[in-house]
């Protein structure tokens, strides 16, 4: 009889152990952000997506900034330089976010996107540069936003970022 509660017991803790194992694995992969979920996978998609945005954005906007009142000026120089640095911050992100096993670790990547952004928009919220242009960095903001919301950081404008 012994032997048998003392199998039983051993059998218990074995499964107990696979259980908090598996529960502890699951807790590396995902992490909590207002109430919800969020895997590796699932910030995966939308850095992608921000990316992607990114790359058809910045194309538009120096076709936009060739067909204003700023082209050839200094300022039209700066402000391309501006969202190249957008893109080359989301590309960053993407480099450092592939690199570590939990993605809540890329939170001062993306803070850094936010803050670039921020300043790249009030250029767009200034300026008229046609709406394919403006389209396209609504859909920047979007998701830029979506990142913000993920890893608990202001929004894009937000008075927080410089």
């Given at each position: 009889?012994?032997?048998?509660?003392?199998?039983?017991?051993?059998?218990?803790?074995?499964?107990?152990?696979?259980?908090?194992?598996?529960?502890?694995?699951?807790?590396?992969?995902s992490r909590?952000?207002?109430?919800?979920?969020?895997?590796?996978?699932?910030?995966?998609?939308?850095?992608?997506?921000?990316?992607?945005?990114?790359?058809?954005?910045?194309?538009?906007?120096?076709?936009?900034?060739?067909?204003?009142?700023?082209?050839?000026?200094?300022?039209?120089?700066?402000?391309?330089?501006?969202?190249?640095?957008?893109?080359?911050?989301?590309?960053?992100?993407?480099?450092?976010?592939?690199?570590?096993?939990?993605?809540?670790?890329?939170?001062?990547?993306?803070?850094?996107c936010l803050?670039?952004?921020?300043?790249?928009?009030?250029?767009?919220?200034?300026?008229?540069?046609?709406?394919?242009?403006?389209?396209?960095?609504?859909?920047?903001?979007?998701?830029?936003?979506?990142?913000?919301?993920?890893?608990?950081?202001?929004?894009?404008?937000?008075?927080?970022?410089?």
């Amino acid at each position: 009889m012994k032997s048998h509660i003392t199998k039983l017991l051993i059998g218990l803790s074995a499964l107990l152990f696979v259980v908090i194992a598996a529960d502890v694995s699951n807790a590396q992969n995902s992490r909590r952000a207002r109430g919800r979920q969020y895997t590796k996978a699932d910030v995966d998609r939308v850095i992608k997506r921000v990316e992607e945005r990114m790359d058809n954005f910045v194309g538009n906007f120096d076709k936009s900034l060739d067909n204003s009142n700023l082209d050839g000026s200094d300022r039209e120089d700066q402000l391309n330089a501006k969202a190249k640095a957008l893109e080359s911050a989301t590309d960053e992100l993407r480099r450092e976010f592939d690199k570590r096993d939990a993605w809540i670790e890329n939170k001062d990547e993306v803070r850094r996107c936010l803050n670039l952004a921020t300043d790249l928009d009030k250029t767009m919220k200034a300026r008229k540069l046609g709406g394919v242009t403006e389209s396209n960095w609504a859909k920047v903001r979007y998701e830029l936003n979506t990142l913000a919301g993920i890893y608990n950081l202001p929004k894009v404008g937000n008075s927080a970022y410089k």
